[in-house]
């Protein structure tokens, strides 16, 4: 086993951070290595080839710095390159190497969840246009009505600590009424894109009590450890000492300061070039 082998959690942006909160919290025992591609950020706009080429980009930068196994936490890297890179790459990269995402563990999960079967998605343009969750939902909750709405003004007004603003708000309201016009008694939202569970609270506070609102970050901790627990020999390789690095292609000064206000603890970033 490689001395130092952490799993690799990578994102667009900074979004990934609360998935990564979640799996320390959930598997503090483990190495892990994030990396942000906040420099090219943000995915959710791009078309799928660049989306691709960029998190090729990130999944080989994670695999040559010792990680076994990375995780996509972000929604469109999943939409838009994970299959293509689990199908056609790795086989030519390493074989024993594994990429996974966020997007199917999510669509498992959240057809246990609804009650009167009707699920809503937000997230960006990129992964509603996509339409992986629609996809995915119908293999594992077929009889689940999903209705999406894209929200591509989010990421940046939560990046840029905007949404207790007014003009924020009203963004975030109009965004969450759109949803639940297409379905009044959609019973369940998820939260479709990482960089949301920052904002939870006050979408919890517009739907109100009776609309159960769910972040990836829990179940993908939970389905993370599920994966190690039936892959032994990659549980095995991968190190554990507890450490976390952080990367990212953005100057790492604006890194640290935006991703403590995600993570509520003060950061030292790398900055790296892929």
Sequence with gaps: MNKYAPIGIFDSGYGGLTVLAEIKKHLPQYDYLYLGDNARAPYGTRSFDVVYDYTLDAVNELFSRGCELVILACNTA???ALRTIQQQDLPKIDVNKRVLGVIRPSAEEIGTITKTGN???LATEGTVRSESYVLELDKHAPNVNVFQQACPMWVPIIENQKYQTAAGKLFIQEDIKELMRQNPQIDTILLGCTHYPI???????????DVRVVAQGPIVAQKLDEYLKRHIDMEQRCSKSGAITYLTTENKDVFNKKAGHFLGEQISAIHVKI
């Design 78 to 80: 999943s939409a838009k």
């Design 119 to 121: 699920v809503g998605i």
């Design 199 to 209: 904002i939870q609270p006050y979408i919890e506070s517009i739907v109100g009590p």
